[in-house]
């Protein structure tokens, strides 16, 4: 989405993240992901962490973005509102979750569209035509931590995990070095 383009949004976004709330909600069964490797990968950062709810912070963050509130408390800039499409599975937990970000993200004036897909329609209408803004989905990550599939940005296609679309020439260098190297400290140095 053009509106997510900003970093101020998608900062403000997370900042207006209660994940302890969150996580709460599903009691506490699973573990919260704080950067873009799993606990016990190699180049795991037990120092990378989400940023801590600040709605003050995020208010003005999008503020600053030019995206301010209007009397109905909706965030609008240029005659165009901040409205994100959330889409998400349909089943077990991901309703209730979406629902409670999305009520998250209300206290700081952002609207969305959301959408409940079925599990077998969720790859062919939703992920390969990336028809979303905000995905709540699931990722099967393995035991070895090649981050390759979920961040390079050959992978930010139709057929490639990189779901957030994340792009960096300088991440895709690390990353194709690093599942050249068999030695552990060395791809633990690239993934850092």
Excluded: C
């Excluded at 209660?18 to 992901?33: E, G, I």
């Excluded at 912070?57 to 109905?72: E, H, M, N, P, T």
């Amino acid at each position: 989405s053009p509106l997510l383009k900003d970093p101020k949004v998608r900062n403000a976004l997370e900042l207006a993240t209660d994940q302890p709330a969150l996580l709460s909600q599903l009691h506490n069964r699973v573990q919260a992901v704080t950067g873009p490797l799993l606990s016990g990968q190699l180049g795991y950062d037990p120092g990378l962490h989400q940023a801590a709810t600040n709605l003050d912070q995020a208010k003005r963050l999008l503020d600053d973005a030019g995206w301010k509130l209007d009397a109905s408390g909706h965030r609008m800039k240029d005659g165009l509102e901040l409205k994100l499409q959330l889409v998400t599975l349909s089943s077990g937990d991901f309703p209730a979750v979406a629902q409670t970000l999305m009520n998250q993200w209300a206290r700081i004036g952002v609207t969305f569209n959301s959408q409940l897909v079925k599990p077998d329609d969720i790859q062919q209408n939703v992920i390969i035509p990336r028809a979303y803004d905000v995905l709540l989905y699931e990722l099967a990550m393995g035991g070895d931590p090649d981050a390759y599939a979920y961040w390079h940005s050959s992978q930010a296609n139709d057929r490639g995990f990189n779901l957030s679309e994340y792009k960096s020439a300088q991440v895709d260098d690390a990353l194709d070095s690093a599942r050249s190297r068999s030695d552990p400290a060395l791809r633990t140095a690239k993934y850092h």
